[in-house]
């Protein structure tokens, strides 16, 4: 099963980009990367996924690389808001019902004023 | 906010009683989810289901039974509490067989003494 890898933790200024990266050199071809955030004492919240090409959603933009080995989430302006910790998740398993996501220690970012 | 709520919130019970959380959701996913969240881990599947009365294990589900008799309703029976399953444990609904793009609820925060 592919494994992801995260710095454990990570400062920022706030109203300056937020990029967190996150390798995955084991993921497979049909394996996509969901990116999730964990504010204190809250339960997890999805941020995004992609499979090969960039993606962008109102939170976040995902970058692949083209060998898939590792991506970068981008936070374009981060607020104290966006402290938490980011979890990079690889998809794993077979066809079926029995998928499931496996979970790294994320990353710690830290916006600062 | 996806409509998913976690019952109880916190509670505080003695080795070797049983104790049943329960999730409930308004979103008709098909999929549910129960991790624990421990210091130094990440989120671990204990236990979920593909629809109404079809559950699977995860990767730690010694010591725990779920059932679901109804599509809105997910419940995780701890047997028989020990010390070590003191835990947050949060329950996720999805429409994808991954698990991906999951919903989190708040979570429950149980302290076996």
């Known amino acids: 099963d592919a494994k992801t890898t995260q710095p454990p933790s990570m400062d920022c200024a706030e109203g300056r980009a937020a990029n967190l990266p996150c390798n995955h050199s084991?993921?497979?071809?049909?394996?996509?990367v969901y990116w999730y955030r964990q504010i204190h004492s809250q339960g997890p919240q999805y941020i995004i996924h992609g499979l090969k090409n960039n993606e962008t959603n109102e939170m976040a933009s995902l970058i692949i690389t083209e060998d898939r080995k590792s991506s970068t989430l981008i936070l374009p302006h981060a607020t104290l808001r966006d402290t938490a910790v980011y979890y990079c998740?690889?998809?794993?398993?077979?066809?079926?019902?029995?998928?499931?996501?496996?979970w790294g220690l994320g990353t710690s970012l830290a916006v600062n004023p | 906010d996806a409509g998913i709520t976690q019952s109880p919130r916190h509670k505080v019970t003695e080795t070797g009683t049983p104790v049943t959380l329960r999730c409930h959701q308004t979103?008709?996913?098909?999929?549910m989810y129960w991790y624990r969240q421990d210091p130094g881990h990440g989120l671990r599947l204990i236990h979920y289901s593909y629809g109404v009365k079809d559950t699977d294990k995860g990767e730690v589900s010694d010591g725990y039974s779920v059932s679901r008799s109804k599509t809105e309703d997910f419940l995780l029976t701890l047997e028989s509490a020990t010390s070590s399953q003191t835990s947050v444990y949060f329950c996720a609904i999805s429409e994808q067989r991954t698990g991906g793009e999951a919903f989190f609820g708040q979570g429950t925060r149980l302290t076996v003494v």
């Open positions: 084991t993921i497979s071809g049909n394996e996509y």
């Open positions: 998740i690889v998809r794993v398993g077979h066809a079926g019902n029995n998928r499931k996501l496996i």
């Open positions: 979103e008709n996913h098909r999929y």
